[in-house]
């Protein structure tokens, strides 16, 4: 079966015109035969398809593009919780943040649109509620004094202690 990475790097080297479809079909199937794995771009180097200079190429558009994911990723996480506060303020419905997401989802192939601009589009909130929301969960941040690591504790219960998970130095969500 072939890993993720090498899934992306076969890709982009195609998407870059790096190598054809036969080649990319034919070093995989080279790969699946070898006694010991070995990432495809060896693999596709070795059989004189590509330079070592363009593999680092290609490397580094997999490295910025796995980034950008990472950040992606993070920002979508951030927006179901951005729900979950519009959903307990009553600005809006379950279904209605589902819905969102969806189309969060479906567009996050091309771009990240943020869900408060989705539901502004779509007429679930305005932008007076927008910033109540964004506002309401900028004041559930903390901060661990020791170490600086920060912590989201949006709809935790106030006067709840826990241990920061890098230093373990006791922290405390304060109460409304």
């Known amino acids: 079966m072939a890993e993720k990475v090498d899934l992306a790097f ?3 080297a195609l998407k870059t015109g790096k190598v054809s479809k036969e080649t ?13 794995w070995k990432p495809l771009g060896v693999v596709i ?17 997999q490295k910025r593009n796995m980034e950008a994911m990472s950040i992606q990723r993070r920002q979508m996480g951030e927006d179901n919780i951005f729900g979950r506060i519009a959903i307990k303020l009553g600005y809006v419905t379950l279904p209605q943040v589902e819905e969102c997401l969806r189309v969060q989802l479906e567009l996050a192939k091309d771009y ?16 007076k509620q927008l910033t109540e929301i964004i506002t309401y969960q900028e004041k559930r941040l ?35």
Do not use: A
């Open 142 to 176: 903390i901060t661990c004094p020791q170490c600086t690591t920060r912590y989201n504790m949006i709809l935790f219960n106030g006067g709840v202690k826990f241990p920061c998970y890098k230093c373990e130095k006791e922290l405390s969500i304060p109460k409304d």
């Open 24 to 36: 990319l079909d034919k070093c995989v199937e080279i790969q699946h035969t070898l006694p010991s």
């Open 10 to 12: 076969g890709e982009i």
């Open 112 to 127: 990240l649109l943020r869900l408060g601009e989705i539901m502004i589009k779509k007429g679930y909130l305005n932008k």
């Open 45 to 61: 180097m070795e059989q004189g398809y590509l330079t070592e200079d363009e593999v680092s190429d290609i490397l580094k558009i």
